[in-house]
Nanobody
Framework: EVQLVESGGGWVQPGGSLKLSCTGS????????MSWFRQAPGKELEGVAV????????YYHDSVKGRFTISQDAGKITVYLQMNSLNSEDTGTYYC????????????????????WGQGTQVGVSS
């Protein structure tokens, strides 16, 4: 069974940091693009960051550039999201997603391009 499992969510104060992890299992085919999306209460799903596993290039939503870093464990289907300088606008459920194709900046706007999704992990930023 194909599965993506996120971990690392929690509550932090503004200015704090969290590191999310996503581990995939059961994939019998190659996965090229992996990503993080988030959904704040009452808002639409939003692309946060994407990375191509074989090349390592990455793309970010403007609101997180300079604060978030997506990285991977190249030997595994594992992706991380280091989140620094968190603020209340970062509150939401964070989802890991994977696709069989290469991804680009445009895929941040197109969650339908991703084939596999995790269940999500909650991130809350509040004083």
């Amino acid at each position: 069974e194909v599965q993506l499992v996120e971990s690392g969510g929690g509550w932090v104060q503004p200015g704090g940091s969290l590191k999310l992890s996503c581990t995939g299992s059961g994939f019998y085919f190659r996965i090229f693009g992996m990503s993080w999306f988030r959904q704040a209460p009452g808002k639409e799903l939003e692309g946060v960051a994407v990375i191509n596993r074989n090349v390592g290039d990455s793309y970010y939503h403007d609101s997180v550039k300079g604060r978030f870093t997506i990285s991977q464990d190249a030997g595994k289907i594992t992706v991380y999201l280091q989140m620094n300088s968190l603020n209340s606008e970062d509150t939401g459920t964070y989802y890991c997603a994977a696709m069989r194709n290469y991804c680009s900046q445009q895929n941040l706007l197109r969650p339908q391009d991703f084939d596999y999704w995790g269940q999500g992990t909650q991130v809350g930023v509040s004083s």
